[in-house]
């Protein structure tokens, strides 16, 4: 009796969440190979920083970064933010200094200022999300990268990256 009151219980859950979407927001769609590239943002990093820690950036037919930050391993993600003094010590990333980077990232570029204050205010001053088992390394660059991409200021003009915009601002 028990079990099938959890079921129920579930199931109304399940339904709840549903309904309280859009009925578009829960169809499927297809996504671009890669999501990211859809946003028109300059590399964090500069080219030699990725060699010199061991990071292929390969390119795909259509000269679409195949690689992105959320598959590059822990040491390799410290290793580019040691290269740039963006660490205390192995483990503990600079957010002091971290802050002062990205500000000088973003330079002059007023259409990312938008997506800086608001990746600076949800990973830097708050407590970065994500599992234990992952370094702080990768939980900062994960944040900030997600953050920016919210507010994206200039995404790609094909069909597949206006749709997953729409999806994005709409669901």
Do not use: H
């Amino acid at each position: 009796m028990l079990r099938i009151a959890l079921v129920c219980l579930f199931v109304l859950q399940v339904k709840s969440d549903e309904t309280s979407l859009p009925s578009k927001c829960r169809q499927s769609f297809i996504i671009p190979k890669n999501p990211l590239s859809c946003c028109i943002i300059p590399s964090l990093y500069k080219d030699k920083d990725y060699s010199d820690c061991g990071i292929e950036r390969k390119l795909d037919e259509d000269g679409i970064l195949e690689t992105g930050p959320f598959d590059i391993p822990c040491e390799k993600q410290t290793c580019l933010l040691k290269k740039n003094n963006l660490m205390k010590d192995d483990t503990i990333v600079d957010k002091e200094a971290f802050t002062a980077y990205i500000d000088t990232w973003a330079g002059g570029n007023e259409e990312l200022k938008n997506g800086i204050e608001f990746a600076k205010n949800k990973c830097i001053k708050e407590i970065l999300p994500g599992p234990k088992g992952l370094c702080e390394a990768n939980k900062l660059i994960y944040c900030i990268v997600t953050a920016i991409y919210d507010k994206c200021p200039n995404w790609k003009e094909t069909d597949l990256c206006q749709k997953l915009k729409e999806r994005i601002d709409d669901c």
